[in-house]
């Protein structure tokens, strides 16, 4: 099997819900970049990367032509088998990890469709039926934020991300803590992410008010040893996120003991082919996961469910149904939560297929 053609669309995913995040970082519309790698055998992969503006060192209009400098690499070659082509591409372009996300994604879909199974048979194996998932609060005001975390446990979740430090007022965010427990009462899974928005002085401050309460705290800080320094001074559990973002770094996480559990995201690690290893590592260290992309549509969601899908349940904390945070959905068949869980698709390959009215016009075509 040859790669052909590679095309690009952006497609931009608008929020139903306006999502607000510490420093400014907001999700409104975001614009999602949307692969397919043709083959010379008629069969088609997909790949999906969808960067938060401010977020990560990722944007959208980087992935086009990204695109055009690894092409050369990726036309007239076999698709199948990704990691030995991921390895060749990133000695041609090192790091945009972002960008190579997507390429990863199509060619682990291609690669599963020739061989008739399931993504998630080639990851690992099936190991879990369905996945929890986790429900993410915008930061608005707190009362509002409880309101949200009512609804979605009515509906059947049971993990809650609650976002803090949009409005620089730590006092409302030990109230969004607060009144989000309330909501949901004992049992479900409770923390405040702050997407790198707080300093030590406020985090510890707001950490050490509500703990007496069941609650972890996501990346307060920018760095790892900030978010040990709070960690050790709240007593509560941590998950780091944008700090974890290799193996290198899960590692430091891990050594810096804040790392009770962590995100995995595609984008951020680069693929599929990265991020295996990264959940294999986590997996001998006791980390639970979060397994799932910065943002995205079906694509992207489909495949962070197969990997999550192929991990073992003593290591898999939730995922995260992008999709269902976002308008249009790629492909109208693609899985939805049920009652707070959600499975991988069906059939061969990444088991989506984005719907060319949802896509409009390429903005990229190489061939
Ligand atoms: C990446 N987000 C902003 C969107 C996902 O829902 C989770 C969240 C995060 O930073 O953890
Ligand atoms: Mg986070």
Known sequence: MK??????????????????????????TTVSVVV?????????????????????PAYAKGVAPALEEMAPVLIG???????????????HLIGHGYAKSAIDTALWDLTAQAAGLPLHALLGGR????????????????DEMAHMARDAFDQGMRQFQVKLGADNNWEADVARLIQVREAVG??????????????????TRVGRAVSHLDIMLEQPCATIEECAHVRAATGLPMKLDE????????????????????????SKMGGLSTMRQIRDLCLSLGTQMCIEDTWGSDVTTAAS??????????G??????LSHYVKPRLDPNAPSRRNGRIAPPEGPGLGVTPDADALDQPVTIID
């Open 3 to 28: 790669i052909t053609r590679i095309t690009a669309w952006e497609v931009p995913l608008t929020s139903h819900d306006t999502y607000y995040m510490a420093e400014g970082k907001t999700c409104d």
């Open 36 to 56: 397919r790698l043709d083959t010379d055998t008629g069969a088609s992969g997909w790949g999906e990367v969808c960067p938060i503006p401010h977020y990560l």
């Open 77 to 91: 070659a076999n698709p199948v088998g990704p990691e030995a082509l991921m390895e060749r591409l990133n000695k």
């Open 127 to 142: 190991a879990v039926a369905d996945i929890p998932l986790y429900h993410s609060i915008t930061c608005i005001a707190p």
């Open 186 to 203: 004992d049992g479900p899974l409770v923390y405040g992410d702050w997407n790198c928005g707080s300093d030590t002085l406020t985090a």
């Open 243 to 266: 700090s974890a973002c290799d193996i290198h770094s899960v590692l430091a996480g891990h050594r810096a003991g804040c790392m009770d559990a962590a995100a995995l995201k595609l």
């Open 305 to 314: 469910l197969h990997l999550a899908a192929s991990t073992p349940a003593r």
């Open 316 to 321: 898999i904390m939730n995922t995260c149904d």
